[in-house]
């Protein structure tokens, strides 16, 4: 299980690194124009991040993280949940500010101790002051430190404010710290940050007019979370470093969660890791699940129940059956044998991998220009598609070609580079006679160029021909000849190419691109349990309640719970047969009639032929039980006491009218 | 015979002759007695006077029907992937709004319920499941046949001859003369009619042998005609209709009450007793279940460790799963376990015992807040400090408001405290938004287990009236005890006029002048600010309440129901 940890690190890794790449280019704008601060002006930046609010606080903590590497080091991060007064706020702003400047310069603890004293009456002057003191002593310090920090930040480096959430803040401790801010810009030279999730029009909806005309606003739109997920998909599924893979149901899954339910990269991310931890936790040989140098050590170090767990992989079984007697019997019986041709196989398999990815990276290149996307915009959809089954069979596919086959000349060519240049940048030894052929054609474009001219001046001398004649049928009969010729000439130069080109991309495509489901031993590295993943994190309380309320079969087996269609039979667990009874009543029900139907329901279920003057009066264990379930009822939320009427509770759910 | 009418069935004056159903009645005269007599209230026929409003409702119902199927198209995207265990019910199913019931329909159906078992011994009973199977293609063809129904009722045409071999069928019979008898109904609901009618139609067009007098025939009108039409009232009728059902304060149900059944309340310790003796069906299936989920906890460790939290859900008792849990894993480490079924549970209480008990700091916190970066900031600073929180009923009144939960989302963020809860409210996961989501980091777990929620629902005191106070007159006498006589005395003087008063529904309480003329006379008090003084006790403790009426005077009265009141005096006078 250490692999699984290193590999949710590398994950984490992945994450962390992107989110800062695309944040630096910020960073270097921000740079840039807080060094033309303008007179009475608080520079500030809005963020536009977009609604997957969950995946900002990464986001800031890369930014700042950067900001104090690169700029300055006073970075403060307000939540607008921390903030409920102007008051808070500026608590707040002077703790974080005090407590990043100590950790940079650690050696004052005395002033350490002095801050933590001013704290108590937290205002802008005693900041400006705090400022002032700080810079101060930078100056003051040893010139070989001076330099040493300098080197890395200003001479006075400007206070980054960072407000995560402009939105949720309050307009008026918002206006106020601005106004205030403005009056004291010459001493404290300040930098708003504003994370937006909507539209920058919030801005000056929160603002007035007075108030904005303070700020010297720029914009900056960070990436669209769809974006985000395109990155990390391309990274960690479309590569061949990554051992573990994802079934094309469970990729689905994650996908529709991510566009249906929250644009949470963060969650696809945890999506992605449960993924993991399951796979590595419910597939005992996913020990050889792992890169290609340690595959060797592992087969040979699988102990004979191992051995036992891969003949029993049904995509093993196929290959066994399909191998000669001889050979099946040696993989059965033989230990040493079988580890060997595993190690084969899963070599294969790692191969496979590469070339998929080379070749599904080109058929996009190809679909994803095509008018109306037969195969999809992004990569996501064609790798799912090529997952499920034989894309080559599928119609989406046949259409993609027939438009491929209609390509003009320019986009074709700059279609084969972009390809040339997909499969040569990785390991190319077995793509070499693919990039050849592709280089091939590119080559045949550019003499069919050449050809293109003199053809030109073929159809030239013709209609020169055509004006000679003036007769009628004659110039129709020319006419339908020029037709017949021109298509004829067309399909042996370039539209033959073009043909030729579709047919080996359409060959490439069969050959590299068959779905790991036909693979041996693919169970070794994909993880297909969709349904695992959906409950634990799509979950869905109510049905699950639902389901044990109407059918406690589902739950119990027990013969006597089995019943037809939407019925419940009068043996089922009090509950049930309670709930099912509220399920009648309108929007109040009366407790007495409600306790004598149940009355009625479970004395018939334990004496059939009870004689009617006994059960004059209701049992007590009837009673008790009755009571039982009404309150689990009402635990579970179905129902509440009401107050309208005697001995009367109030239904809760759907259909209470 | 005439019944009261509802709010809606004014409009549309109808009689309905409501045959009964013989199997049920014979059934439930043999079994049940005269109990679920109100169950067959009598109605007479005389179907001609359907009136054209008929139409206009059936229209609205066979609409609803529609819309409730594009509901269900509609969440059938996201239940695209039928999941494997078996909860792949449409949500349709689950959501829809159900179409109006009518109120003696529970007992109606308890009583089809009670006779399931015999379906296999008589076989003319088999009738009944078919009834029952209330799927949503037979009510479907139920509207429908309505529809066709009123359409021809429209049209004055009054001969028929059943043609029509729908699959519901009803027997029929002469009415009992014995169950004619009072409707105990304080209103009748018009949906009681809407459903007649259904069986009217039903009977009318699948059993001949009936002695009525309509020889029905249908045919049924161009089915592109009905489907226009309702879809021309799609819209728009159904938003009215939730009004109009949710807008009448009309209560249709019976007006009985518990306490004319004589019945002897029970009281916590007696139900206890009462249930314990109860046996608890199909404890072998109960137990397979949980041992299915106990298989789970090694994983549910390994997942924790990984940074994720865990949430059980599913009917039945977490509670013993946990402690299992708990005691089979949790042995060696720091654990807390926290009972959020509990009524006076607070966060306050679950952070302090955090900090107290588990990080052993001495001293208060000037808020939650602070409270929560401090315990951060403990476990940041020590990364070998671990702790396990087991929350029961992680949804319970007390830890479900916003503020509670943000607290506990951000502790279940730090990655070493490990959170496993459980819930249990069919709203729960409402309780959540992303960003809380996001923190907690929920893996969900489906734990159906069927127990009783023996613990959690032992402290609901508030509402069903069988549990008596016995909590509240322990309370009172407690608090009674440590104040003088001459206070007791007072609350004496209080709950005696509270009794007298008790026939009178509309007893505003006692006013203050008058107490005070009482509590004179009985030489417990000398001026009315001891009075004061001693009330002002009382209402700390929560014994009285007071409040002001519209003359502007000041009303005493003890919130406490009439029979503990009795049982305190009672108490009372044995003690002196």
């Not at chain 2, 039903?202 to 879809?231: C, E, F, G």
């Not at chain 2, 729960?428 to 613990?455: C, G, H, I, R």
Request: net charge negative; proline share 4%.
């Amino acid at each position: 299980q250490q692999i699984q940890e290193d590999l949710n690190k590398q994950l984490l890794d992945n994450l962390v690194s992107f989110m800062s790449r695309s944040h630096s280019d910020f960073q270097e704008k921000t740079t840039k124009w807080t060094c033309r601060m303008k007179f009475r002006e608080i520079p500030t930046a809005a963020l536009v991040l977009g609604v997957n609010v969950t995946d900002h606080n990464l986001t800031f903590r890369g930014l700042s993280d950067v900001l104090q590497d690169n700029i300055t080091p006073y970075v403060a991060l307000l939540e607008a949940k921390d903030c409920p007064g102007i008051k808070n706020l500026m608590q707040k702003l002077m703790g974080q500010l005090m407590n990043c400047d100590i950790d940079v310069d650690s050696l004052e603890d005395e002033d350490c101790v002095q801050v933590s004293q001013n704290r108590v009456r937290c205002s802008m002057p005693s900041l400006i002051s705090w400022y002032e003191s700080v810079t101060k002593k930078t100056d003051s310090e040893t010139p070989s430190k001076k330099r040493n920090s300098s080197s890395r930040h200003w001479q006075s480096p400007p206070v980054v404010v960072i407000f995560k959430d402009m939105e949720s803040f309050t307009t008026k401790v918002l206006q106020d710290f601005i106004v205030i801010s403005s009056q004291h810009i010459h001493e404290l030279p300040l930098v708003l940050i504003f994370g937006i999730a909507t539209s920058p029009m919030i801005m000056h909806r929160l603002l007035p007019h007075s108030v904005s005309s303070l700020l010297c606003i720029e914009l900056f739109q960070s990436l669209s979370c769809k974006e985000h997920l395109s990155t990390i998909i391309d990274k960690l599924l479309l590569t061949s470093h990554f051992p573990f893979k994802l079934g094309e149901k469970v990729l689905q899954v994650l996908i529709n969660i991510f566009l249906y339910h929250d644009f949470s990269v963060q969650n696809f991310i945890k999506g992605f890791q449960l993924c993991i931890v399951e796979h590595f936790y419910s597939q005992p040989l996913s020990v050889l699940c792992c890169h290609l140098v340690d595959i060797k050590k592992r087969v040979y170090s699988l102990s004979h129940d191992q051995c036992e767990n891969i003949r029993r992989l049904p995509s093993f079984r196929r290959y066994v059956e399909k191998q000669e007697s001889g050979k099946q019997i040696e993989l059965l019986t033989n230990d040493s044998f079988l580890k060997e041709e595993t190690e084969k196989l899963l070599e294969d398999l790692y191969v496979y991998h590469e070339n998929y990815v080379s070749i599904l990276r080109c058929l996009h290149v190809f679909t994803s220009s095509l008018p109306k996307y037969p195969l999809g915009k992004q990569i996501r959809e064609l790798h799912c598609a090529c997952l499920e089954n034989q894309v080559w069979e599928t119609e989406e596919y046949e259409s993609s070609l027939q438009l491929a086959r209609m390509l003009n000349k320019a986009d074709l060519v700059t279609m084969l580079q972009q390809c040339v240049e997909i499969l040569m940048s990785p390991s190319g030894k077995e793509f070499d006679k693919t990039v050849e052929k592709l280089k091939e054609f590119l080559t045949q474009f550019q003499n069919l160029e050449a050809e293109a001219s003199q053809e030109r001046d073929v159809s030239v001398s013709s209609q020169k021909e055509l004006q000679k004649k003036t007769d009628l049928y004659h110039l129709q009969k020319t006419l339908l000849e020029l037709k017949e010729s021109r298509r004829s000439k067309k399909l042996t130069k370039f539209e033959m190419l073009r043909f030729e080109v579709v047919d080996y991309i359409d060959r490439l495509v069969r050959k590299y691109l068959v779905p790991a489901d036909n693979r041996t031993l693919h169970e070794i590295v994909y993880f297909n349990a969709a349904t695992v993943l959906r409950g634990h994190l799509n979950a869905a309380p109510r049905t699950a309640l639902h389901t044990a309320l109407n059918n406690p079969h589902w739950y119990l087996k027990n013969q006597a719970l089995k019943c037809d269609g939407g019925g419940i039979s009068n043996k089922a667990p009090d509950i049930c047969i309670v709930y099912k009874l509220h399920l009648e009543c309108g929007r109040l029900i009366n407790l007495v009639d409600w306790l004598e139907a149940f009355s009625t329901v479970v004395m018939a279920a334990e004496e059939p032929n009870a004689d009617a003057a006994s059960s004059d009066q209701v049992d007590d264990i009837i009673h008790a039980r009755f009571i039982r379930a009404v309150s689990e009822l009402e635990l579970l939320g179905f129902i509440k006491p009401s107050k309208q009427k005697t001995d009367h509770v109030a239904r809760l759910t759907w259909g209470g009218c | 015979m005439s019944r009261p009418e509802g709010t809606r069935s004014s409009r549309r004056s109808l009689q309905v002759k409501f045959v009964p159903d013989e199997d049920v009645l014979k059934h439930i005269a043999d079994d049940a007695g005269s109990k679920v007599r109100k169950d067959k209230a009598q109605l007479s026929v005389s179907v001609k006077r359907f009136v054209k409003k008929l139409e206009n409702i059936s229209d609205n119902e066979a609409q609803e029907i529609l819309e409730e199927k594009n509901y269900v198209a509609a969440l059938g995207i996201c239940a695209q992937d039928p999941v494997g265990n078996g909860s792949n019910i449409s949500g349709g199913e689950v959501y829809s709004f159900q179409t109006p019931k009518r109120s003696n329909k529970m007992a109606e159906l308890a009583s089809e319920l009670a006779q399931t078992p015999e379906k296999n011994v008589a076989p003319d009973h088999s009738k009944c499941p078919e009834k029952m199977a209330k799927t949503p293609q037979s009510s479907k063809e139920m509207f429908f046949l309505m529809h066709v129904f009123s359409l021809l009722f429209q049209n004055k045409k009054k001969e028929f001859v059943s043609t029509t071999p729908y699959r519901l069928r009803k027997r029929l019979s002469a009415p009992d003369p014995y169950l004619e008898s009072e409707s105990e109904y304080s209103a009748s609901c018009s949906e009681d009619e809407d459903e007649e009618e259904q069986k009217e139609v039903s009977t009318v067009l699948s059993d001949q042998k009936t002695p009525a007098k309509t020889k029905a025939a249908s045919t049924p009108p161009p089915r592109n005609s009905l489907a226009k039409k309702i879809k021309e009232q799609k819209m728009g009728n159904l938003v009215e209709e939730y009004f109009e059902a949710h807008s009448s304060s009309k209560v249709l149900t019976s007006d009985r009450t518990l306490q004319k059944l004589r019945k002897r309340r029970l009281n916590q310790q007696t139900l206890h007793d009462l249930l314990k003796n109860a046996p608890l069906a199909y404890a072998a299936e109960i137990r397979d279940l949980n041992q299915q989920h106990e298989s789970l906890f090694s994983k549910w460790m390994l997942q924790l460790h990984l940074g994720f939290n865990i949430v059980l859900y599913g009917l039945g008792s977490k509670r013993d799963l946990l402690e299992k849990f708990r005691t089979s894993l949790l042995q060696d480490s720091v654990h807390l376990v926290v009972n959020g079924y509990f009524p006076s549970i607070t966060v306050r209480s679950i952070l302090n015992s955090i900090t107290e008990e588990v990080l052993e700091h001495i001293g208060t916190f000037c808020s939650p807040l602070d409270q929560l970066e401090f315990i951060t900031k403990r476990f940041k600073e020590d990364p070998s400090l671990e702790l396990y929180v087991l929350i029961h009923n992680l949804d319970s009144q007390m830890l479900r408001g916003e503020r509670s939960q943000q607290i506990l989302a951000q502790l279940s963020s730090l990655p070493s405290i490990y959170l496993i809860a459980s819930i249990d409210h069919i709203n729960a996961p409402l309780m959540w938004d992303q960003a809380k989501l996001s923190l907690y980091n929920w893996l969900w777990y489906e734990t159906t287990t069927f127990n009783p929620y023996v613990e959690e629902t032992s402290y609901e005191n508030s509402f069903l009236v069988q549990q008596s106070g016995s909590l509240a007159l322990s309370s009172l006498t407690h608090v009674l005890h440590s104040l003088t006589l001459n206070a007791r005395g007072i609350f004496r003087l209080l709950a005696q006029h509270q009794l007298e008063k008790k026939d009178n529904p509309s007893y505003p309480g006692l006013s203050f002048q008058d107490f005070y003329q009482q509590c004179r006379e009985a030489f417990l008090v000398n001026s009315d600010l001891t009075l004061r003084a001693q009330l002002t006790e009382f209402r700390d403790h929560k014994l009285i309440r007071t409040k002001r009426g519209a003359d502007g005077v000041e009303y005493l009265l003890i919130p406490v129901d009439d029979s503990t009141l009795t049982d305190f005096l009672e108490k009372e006078d044995e003690d002196v």
